[in-house]
């Protein structure tokens, strides 16, 4: 089968195509044949070593993940495709089923077929989403679902959401606003059209903006885009919170991540209530494109390879 093969960290150019041997579902497990997968920051991040987190998290991580290169050396965290055959004792699954699925430190995305245990992080997919659309939603919503319930999002609180417009964003503002909260979302200048038909109530530009208006305060504030961006506007966003509001980060922990939330994700796709956001597309063949894009820090929503 084709993989997009990565022997050691770097920038984008050291993903190879390579032909490699097809995996054997082992009892308990499914063989997917993946029509899809995502390019996310985290695979970025992955692929590059860690570039740009303290020394002290490179020097935890890469003895787990891999000194030299990663250790699973097929990235990919997030997929969708089809059950081409099932392992012994695989229950919840059945050959021909359409998944897609959140791999964590399995990856395995960028291939033509990879194996995952059954009681992973894998759902059926939504009936009414092509594989293309399916594969963006489980990274964006699941961080998105699991910060806003670490948050205690309630019906009828204000919301606000600073960097709306990437993959987890766009997830957070459709979910908030599923939840029954206001939602005032933070982006820059070509995504506000972007924001608001994903039902912003509120959309503030910050490249135009350092300042909130009016004093407003709310009781959660999303940090969609972590540590690594920051401006005037973002500090007083985290200043502005109601008496008992919370702050979160999508930097403040790993999240928890369920094959039960990812169901609920897939429900609410069906019903339009979380709508994939597509950014760009490639081929397997320009996987290193696509982290080159992602690397540039401005995509919308999801990058998206499709496998052949």
Do not use: W
Request: with cysteine; aromatic share 6%; hydrophobic share 40%.
């Amino acid at each position: 089968m084709k993989a997009a093969v990565c022997t050691r960290y770097g920038p984008p150019d050291v993903l190879q195509i390579r032909d490699v041997a097809k995996p054997v579902p082992r009892d308990g497990e499914v063989l997917i044949r993946i029509r899809a997968a995502a390019v996310t920051f985290s695979d970025c991040f992955a692929r590059s070593g860690f570039k740009g987190a303290p020394r002290i998290m490179q020097i935890l991580v890469r003895p787990v993940l891999g000194i030299r290169g990663p250790r699973r050396s097929i990235l990919g965290l997030v997929l969708a495709g089809e059950i081409e055959q099932a392992g012994k004792r695989v229950r919840r699954f059945g050959v021909g089923d359409r998944v897609f699925a959140f791999t964590m430190l399995h990856g395995g995305g960028f291939a033509q077929y990879t194996c995952l245990r059954e009681n992973k992080t894998i759902a059926l997919a939504p009936s009414n989403l092509s594989d293309e659309e399916a594969v963006a939603i489980p990274y964006g919503g699941l961080m998105a679902l699991h910060h806003l319930r670490k948050g205690n999002i309630q019906s009828g609180q204000q919301v606000l959401i600073y960097g709306a417009s990437g993959a987890t964003g766009t997830s957070a503002v459709q979910l908030a606003r599923h939840f029954g909260a206001e939602v005032t979302a933070v982006c820059s200048t070509t995504n506000l059209e972007l924001v608001k038909s994903l039902g912003a109530d509120t959309v503030i530009d910050y490249t135009t903006q350092d300042a909130l208006d009016g004093g407003k305060r709310y009781d959660l504030v999303l940090d969609a885009v972590g540590r690594r961006k920051t401006s005037a506007l973002k500090v007083a966003c985290s200043q502005a919170l109601a008496p008992g509001g919370k702050y979160v980060s999508v930097d403040d922990e790993m999240p928890r991540v369920s094959a039960a939330a990812l169901t609920l994700l897939a429900e609410l796709a069906e019903g339009g209530k979380l709508k994939p956001v597509i950014d760009r597309r490639y081929p397997l063949e320009q996987i290193a494109e696509a982290h080159r894009y992602v690397d540039d820090g401005h995509k919308k929503g999801n990058v998206v390879v499709t496998v052949s």
